[in-house]
């Protein structure tokens, strides 16, 4: 491979990752000769490999952009213009159309047929090879400079030691790596502090550590922290140390600023009753005193679907014995159990060990990229994709569909640049 700073690569790629990965495909499939992709460890699309749990959820069933945006709390509407040209229908067909169909699940996230992230992996591989891009694995950007005569002096490290390279374009797809925002800042942009999206919740004190594995569906949550609340309805799970599942995730997703900003140290209020009105209940608690006056308090939950464990912690929390008879249940006892269904309040004092889909929020700002080509607008001849923008998604799949979106966009854009065409630099 030539690396002689005299003669430059039309576009380095830096950083082997999903984006990475998309745009370095776009731009040679797009026709550009000479697309180096640089990968700093010696395994590319390490993340997609162990995403979705080892089937990697390739993206969501959410057809209509105007909708997409929601999915994701930092981008968001920004993101309309990226979308409308290359979102989830897109996706779909351009992993069909290499080779690797995408099913439904009910939910609507979106896997590989075989049910193994190594599909996913092996499909990127194969259309770089066949699309003639240059992969170099081992081998990790350290700086850029910007040349007078156009294009960028690159320093690298890797296994051979330090090198130096040209190129004419720089595409930066290094994830949540510090080094690409340390690049994206030396060649004048500004880098929104990173930060963890996606996590789960520590409750300190954990009242509800007996319950581990409790999964309730909806039960609705609410962050009240001073001036600001985040509310978020739907699946959680109980977990050893606090709370998890989807709707714990968007919570966090949505609140993760303010959250770091407080320390990770805020009060959660809990809605275990799924939104149901303060009379409904009353009327369900009335029904079972007259219809199950003699039966245990423990033996009949108000509703069918309440966890058994979670209404005889509640129970247990109030004071109020199990085997106690419905009929002998007080006001002021039923008053203090439907106020714990629908309103229980936890101090959380950090975040859980890990998030289902822990992404960096933060890095480069939005404003500062043209969003049709991805291109800096601080900086020409610089190029930004994935992770490394100031976007994040919920989790299902938006994540990686976001990369797909903003690698395939950089990735046509430069193999379109006028000078390139001009200079013959395609097939
Ligand atoms: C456990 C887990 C599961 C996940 N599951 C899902 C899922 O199922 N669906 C979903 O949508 N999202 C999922 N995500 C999020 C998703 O993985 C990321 O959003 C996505 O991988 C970001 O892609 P990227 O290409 O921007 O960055 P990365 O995947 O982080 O790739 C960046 C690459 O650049 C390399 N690099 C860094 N610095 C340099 C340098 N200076 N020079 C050269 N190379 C460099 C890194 O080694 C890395 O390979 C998951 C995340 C985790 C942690």
Known sequence: ????????????????????????????????????????????????????????????????????????????????????????????????????????????RLFPRSNRSSSVVATLREAALAAGVTLRTGAS????????????????????GARALHCRRLLLATGGHPSGRQIAASLGHAVVPPLPSL??????????????????????LQLELPGERFRQQGP???????????????????????MKEHGYRVQLRVDWSGGRRQQDLEAAFEDLRRDHARRQL?????????????????????????????AELRRPQQKALIEALRSSLYTVGGRGPFGEEFVTAGGVPLGEVNLATMASRKQSGLYFVGELLDVDGLTGGFNFQHC????????????????FVEDGEHR
């Open 298 to 326: 423990g033996s009949s939950r108000p509703w069918p679907e309440l966890s058994r464990r979670l209404w005889l912690h509640l129970l247990a929390d109030g004071g109020i014995g199990a085997s106690g008879r419905w």
């Open 404 to 419: 797909w979106t903003s690698g395939w966009l950089a990735g046509r854009a430069i193999a379109a640049s006028a000078d």
């Open 236 to 258: 959680v799970l109980v977990t050893h140390w606090g709370l998890s599942g989807p709707a714990t995730l968007r919570l966090t997703a949505f609140a993760a600023r303010a």
């Open 1 to 108: 491979m030539a690396l002689a700073p005299s003669s430059p690569w039309p576009l380095v790629v830096a950083g082997g990752g999903a984006a990475g990965f998309m745009a370095a495909i776009s731009a040679a499939e797009a026709g550009l000769k000479g697309v180096l992709l640089l990968e700093a460890t010696p395994t590319p699309l390490a993340k997609v490999l162990i995403s979705g749990g080892g089937r990697c959820n390739v993206t969501h069933a959410c057809w209509d952009p105007r909708d997409l945006v929601g999915h994701y709390p930092r981008g968001g509407r920004a993101l309309l213009g990226p979308f409308s040209r290359f979102a989830t229908t897109e996706a779909v067909e351009w992993f069909k159309a290499h080779g690797l169909e995408l099913v439904q699940e009910a939910d609507g």
């Open 199 to 220: 996590f789960t919740l520590a409750l300190k004190p954990n009242p509800l550590q007996g319950l581990a594995g409790v999964v309730m569906d909806p039960v609705g």
């Open 141 to 160: 950007l350290q700086t850029a400079e910007p040349l007078e005569s156009a294009g960028f002096a690159l320093r690298l490290r890797s296994s051979e």
